[in-house]
């Protein structure tokens, strides 16, 4: 297959900035990940009516909405009560502060900092990685759209565990974590009309807020606490049987 390209990748949804299908890449063992599975994207609360057709028209037929309990009471999903979708909520980060905050908080520079909150994450959460996986692990599973508020930090957790699932190359996840910027960016420039994107580009947006950075420390620190994406799921009860549902309806 050829390498994907932007228009690929990217989906034109109104009224969100960073909707992506993680097909099209290609894994270690020379096999691809499939289009129209996995969609990875930001609040899906601002949708238009149209884009929640453009969603449903894609084949969405799941959605895991990863963000806190106060944003569903004040921005809910329009597709929660949706006779189209099944609507699941998976509140990754949780609502009560998480452990060691102030160590985490004292780390200088910003891109580790966001990685170590989500090591955090990862470290404190893991019956909520147990839920999320086992969903896509279940025989209608799949396709799905897994979003967060920005779509880049419990979002950009969930698409680098599926890519590793799938056997994708490490760099190859880190790009694709960072890839939010290209997009997210878009919105950056909405709320600040002021901000010549001439002189703050989207690598600079990526500088500051997802940088490749952040998902190189929560990988080194899976692989070094738990043996790696599979090894940190197995150890939250995800089975060798689902993990091979995962891969094997992700790749072809």
Known sequence: MTKPTEQSRVLDVEGAYNVRDIG??????????RWGKYVRADTLA????????????????NIIDLRRSSDLQFRPSPFIGSEDVTYYHQNMAGDVPLQNREA????????????????????QRKHILHQIFSILAGSDGLPVLVHCN????????????VLSICGVPRETII??????????????YQLNPDVSPDEYTWQHYQRDVCHPISMSVTLDH??????????????TGITDEQLTAIREAMIE
């Open 175 to 188: 790009e694709d974590y960072g890839l939010t910027a290209k997009y997210l960016v878009r919105r950056y």
């Open 104 to 123: 985490v908080d004292s780390v200088d520079d910003t891109a580790e900092r966001r990685g170590r909150v989500y090591c955090s994450i990862l470290d």
């Open 150 to 161: 920005a779509g880049k930090d419990r979002a950009g957790i969930s698409a680098a565990f």
């Open 46 to 61: 601002n949708l238009t009516p149209g884009g929640v057709e453009t969603l449903i028209d894609y084949g969405v037929r």
């Open 222 to 235: 899976l692989d070094a606490n738990y043996g790696g994406v599979q090894g940190y799921l197995r150890e």
């Open 24 to 33: 099209g890449y290609e894994t270690c063992d020379g096999r691809t990940t």
